[in-house]
């Protein structure tokens, strides 16, 4: 049985988020920067899109090649992406249990703009380790994940300036975060936290980890050589920045085999 929350799973599959993620088109600064390096390898490539929502990394990377697949555990996500784009294959799957794929089979997998972040520990380890069968062994795995270090930024900075109404939303708001999740300053030195930070009207409960520990993590699945990615500017992290990056989100390009 899964520890999975189920109210993540029906938030991701409302009509208000489709709505949401139908609007959006453009490509993450990380993205673009991993999508430049892997370019001239791309029509080689059977990628698999995982968590690909309203299709919107579909719109990048999918004519670009050899064979594209995505899948979302939302129905209304799938249907969406059948209908805006045809000629590729999109099917309702769940990350944690791929067992309709075959193992050993794609050479790039993709979970964008923290599709991981929604699911706890172990369920998360499961996705990872599942991710890791489908991949080939020269394959590439790229995904981001909200990083812990930038937890103390969820709290708004209630400026002098703020007018009174706008005082009292920006403390309610940050009180309501500390009596659900704690204090980040302490939150910010744990491995990794799951936290509510009140998105989607405090349904969502997203995942927060420290960097050097994800790191860690792949490693022990095998992905060797990963590179680091700012969500924010799109520019190479380097590992040794790794415990002062304030990065909201990071993305991994991880492979077994030597760095690209
Ligand atoms: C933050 S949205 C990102 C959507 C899209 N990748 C984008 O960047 O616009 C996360 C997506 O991951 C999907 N997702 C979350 N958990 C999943 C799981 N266990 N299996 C498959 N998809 C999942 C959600 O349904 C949602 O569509």
Redesign the pocket.
């Known amino acids: 049985m899964y520890l999975?929350n189920d109210t993540?799973?029906a938030l991701?599959?409302s009509k208000r988020v489709l709505k949401h993620?139908s609007e959006?088109e453009h490509i993450q600064k990380a993205e673009a920067s991993i999508l430049k390096l892997l370019k001239p390898k791309l029509s080689e490539m059977k990628m698999l899109d995982?968590?690909?929502?309203?299709g919107?990394?579909t719109m990048h990377f999918a004519h670009l090649v050899k064979e594209y697949m995505g899948?979302?555990?939302?129905k209304l996500?799938i249907d969406s992406c059948r209908k805006k784009f045809s000629g590729y294959r999109f099917e309702t799957?769940?990350?944690?249990n791929m067992s309709p794929l075959p193992s050993n089979h794609f050479d790039f997998v993709l979970f964008?703009?923290?599709?991981i972040d929604?699911?706890p520990y172990q369920?998360r380890e499961r996705?990872l380790q599942e991710i890791a069968r489908v991949l080939k062994q020269s394959g590439i795995f790229v995904f981001s994940t909200h990083n812990i270090h930038s937890i103390e930024a969820l709290l708004s900075t209630i400026s002098p300036v703020d007018s009174p109404p706008r005082k009292t939303l920006k403390w309610v708001k940050n009180g309501l975060f500390i009596l659900m999740n704690g204090h980040p300053s302490k939150l910010k030195n744990l491995p990794y936290v799951v936290v509510n930070d009140g998105s989607w009207n405090f349904r969502l409960r997203t995942y927060y980890i420290d960097p050097r520990i994800q790191l860690r993590e792949l490693e022990a699945l095998g992905f060797r050589n990963s590179l680091l990615f700012s969500g924010s500017t799109g520019e190479r992290i380097a590992r040794n920045h790794l415990a002062m990056d304030n990065d909201p989100w990071i993305y991994f390009l991880c492979t077994h085999q030597l760095p690209l």
């Open positions: 999975f993540n799973k991701w599959g993620y959006q995982i968590g690909v929502g309203a919107r990394t899948i979302d555990y939302a996500m799957m769940d990350v944690r964008s703009h923290n599709g929604n699911m369920d996705s």
